[in-house]
Structures are given as structure tokens and as C-alpha cells.
């Protein structure tokens, strides 16, 4: 398979939603779930004293810069499902398709290791871009996906650090209707191990998926880490 045959089945399930789907426009989650999934998160959690600040910064690490530089490749591409296999949440149940990388990364406080991730995107509520790309037949778009990111060093007792993503996948109007991806990512603590068992941290994630044969893909990084957070 090769990726340009996987960036058309992604660009055309955009189409048409765009062109035919009725369900896609105008649907929105329900305000009111959206806002009491914020208070459930934040209630009980605001706390103005300062002595337990205090106690809490003690028993973890300094925050540090945190960086990723890695290549891989696309290895598979799975049309209307997600990556986990559970149901799609997108307007249309056959809406989301899963994206499949693996490769090698260097990595601040991991070194060098090799990475698979996981993407699911909603290829159907997608927004079109401003320009019209070099394909006229393939309208640009941006999708919006997430999913998570795993590397994992080699030896006898590997650590592993888990990133999950969220962010917008876009078909590059400017560089030959290639795939950029650019999200969000948190470490996920409860899913890393050893060395990274306790670990947190934030920052800025990118993916370009070139239209080679393999779909040869980059990988970035920039943020914090924290070895050891209160979580």
C-alpha cells in the first residue's frame, strides 16, 4: 500500500462528508455534558494553601525541558474504525479511520528508543482550508484526531513513556497535499513503567507524513518533563 493511495481513501471520506453528509453540519456535543465534564474535573480541586503547595513540590522533580527527534514509517492505515476498536464518536458511526506508525526516536531523559503510535481521526467533521491545494479534485482539509504514542527502550528491563495526542490532522495545501499533524501531548503516567512510572509532563507534538512509498513520517517534540510528579 502505498501513502498516496492512503492520503486519498483519508481526503475522500472528508469529501463526502463535506458534499452529502447532513449529519456532519450543526453537529455539536450537548453544552451542558461538555460543561459538567469540566466541573467533575475541577471540583474539589482548587486549594489556596500555601503549606500544601509547599508539601507537594518536595516530594517531586524539577520541571525540565523535553525534546523528540525520530523517523518512521506509516504502517498501516484501517478505514471506519478506531485504533482501540470501540465505537466511533464522530456524526457518521463509520466516521473515523486509524493510522499506524512505528519508527526510531532520540529522546531528553529516555535516549535513543523505538516508537509505535496509534491515531484515530474523525475524517468526516472536518474543516476545509482556506486554499485549494494542488489537487482540485481533493479539497484541503483539517481533521481532527487523537490517540497515543509510545517509546520504549531496548535491554532487559525497558522503560517505557506513553504520550497521548490530541490535535488536528491537515492535508498541507502548500507542499504537494501532504499529511501534517500537530496536537497537544501529556504524558500518560498510569501507562508508563519503570524509570517513567511516576512521570508527567506537556508540550507540542508533530508528525509529517511524506508521500513516499512508505509513507516515511518525522517526528518532533518540544515541552516539560517532570521524572517525578504529584499525580
Known amino acids: 500500500m502505498t501513502s498516496k493511495f492512503v492520503m486519498k481513501n483519508f481526503v475522500c ?3 463526502l462528508a463535506m458534499l452529502g453528509g447532513s449529519a456532519v453540519a450543526g453537529d455539536h456535543p450537548d453544552p451542558a455534558k461538555v460543561r459538567a465534564t469540566f466541573e467533575r474535573h475541577f471540583a474539589g ?11 507537594a513540590a518536595t516530594k517531586t522533580s524539577p520541571l525540565v525541558p523535553f525534546s523528540i527527534r525520530g523517523t518512521g514509517i506509516l504502517t498501516d492505515f484501517l478505514e471506519k474504525t478506531t485504533c482501540a476498536g470501540t465505537t466511533c464518536t464522530a456524526s ?7 493510522l499506524k506508525f ?14 509505535t503510535a496509534q491515531i484515530t ?7 476545509p482550508l482556506g486554499d485549494p491545494g494542488s489537487d482540485p479534485g481533493n479539497p484541503d482539509v483539517c481533521c481532527f484526531g487523537d490517540g497515543v504514542l509510545d517509546a520504549t527502550t531496548s535491554g532487559k528491563s ?7 495526542l490530541t490535535g488536528p490532522f491537515c492535508n498541507d495545501p502548500n507542499s504537494n497535499d501532504d499529511i501534517a499533524a500537530q496536537g497537544t501531548y501529556i504524558v500518560v503516567t498510569a501507562n508508563s513503567t519503570n524509570k517513567f512510572a511516576a512521570s508527567a509532563g506537556t508540550g507540542q507534538l508533530d508528525l509529517f507524513v511524506g508521500d513516499d512509498t512508505n509513507a516515511t513520517t518525522y517526528l518532533s517534540a518540544n515541552g516539560l518533563f517532570q521524572l517525578k510528579s504529584p499525580f
Open 92 to 98: 457518521t458511526k463509520d466516521g473515523c479511520d486509524c
Open 102 to 115: 512505528s519508527g526510531n526516536l532520540n529522546a531528553s531523559q529516555l535516549g535513543n528508543a523505538s516508537w
Open 121 to 127: 481521526v474523525n475524517a468526516v467533521d472536518c474543516t
Open 13 to 15: 471520506l472528508s469529501i
Open 158 to 164: 525497558p522503560n517505557k513513556l506513553e504520550l497521548s
Open 45 to 55: 480541586r482548587v486549594s489556596s494553601s500555601d503549606a500544601a503547595v509547599t508539601a
